[in-house]
């Protein structure tokens, strides 16, 4: 079975913060992705890395970036934490048409 | 722009009816369309995949079509479950680098 997983669950952090979120395949996959997802507004691509070293912007990029490092890891990182970006993060992996995704991390931004 | 939608938001069916979720998309040209489940508070399970130049997928109960032409695509769950109860999203993949466009999700609740 493909597994996706993220460092944490639940996460709270302050404003102004640097804050990391891990994202692991184990399935040695090319493409992976994080999406948000808010109420009334749906899932929405951040960033999307089609190899190692290798990221595109996706829809919403802003005020956010991304590292990947090794094949098997990506991770989303928020420069200086805001209000705005409290939300629940969800990571994906692909493997041929299909995408897997991890269980999210419900991030909250004080 | 791609966009999605699905219809209707909500929808609550007594347990043992079939039912049929829609998915709408305005760009016809796809390259693939992907059914997704999610429990609340979780992440999303891949239910079917539909390629472009396919016009259906089975999987168990499940039945998902796809109309290119049209810009349509419908789930069909037989015999519904309590355990079916959970958001249902379409996705519209419009490249082959695997990029998503979500519909905002059609929540289903089974009643015993």
């Known amino acids: 079975d493909v597994k996706v997983t993220q460092s944490s669950r639940y996460l709270v952090k302050r404003t102004g913060e640097k804050v990391f979120l891990e994202c692991v395949q184990d399935m040695d996959h090319e493409n992976m992705f994080w999406y948000r997802q808010d109420p009334g507004l749906g899932l929405r691509l951040i960033y999307f890395s089609y190899d190692v070293k290798m990221k595109e912007k996706g829809d919403i990029p802003e005020g956010y970036s991304v590292s990947r490092e090794k094949k098997e890891r990506f991770s989303l990182i928020l420069e200086s934490a805001s209000t705005n970006q409290t939300s629940m993060y969800l990571c994906?992996?692909?493997?041929?048409?299909?995408?897997?995704f991890g269980p999210g991390t419900r991030l909250t931004v004080t | 722009k791609q966009e999605v939608t699905q219809i209707p938001a909500a929808l609550s069916v007594p347990e043992g009816e079939n039912l049929v979720l829609n998915c709408s998309f305005t760009?016809?040209?796809?390259?693939?369309l992907q059914w997704f489940r999610q429990d609340p508070g979780k992440g999303l399970t891949s239910l079917l995949l539909?390629?472009?130049?396919?016009r259906e997928q089975t999987s168990g109960r499940l039945n998902a079509s796809l109309d290119k032409s049209s810009g349509r695509s419908t789930l069909y769950i037989a015999a519904s479950q309590p355990g079916d109860s959970a958001t249902y999203l379409c996705?519209?993949?419009?490249?082959?680098?695997?990029?998503?466009?979500f519909g905002q999700g059609t929540t289903l609740q089974v009643k015993p």
């Open positions: 994906a992996s692909k493997q041929g048409y299909e995408q897997y």
């Open positions: 760009d016809s040209a796809i390259y693939n």
């Open positions: 996705a519209v993949g419009s490249s082959n680098t695997g990029k998503l466009i």
């Open positions: 539909i390629q472009s130049s396919q």
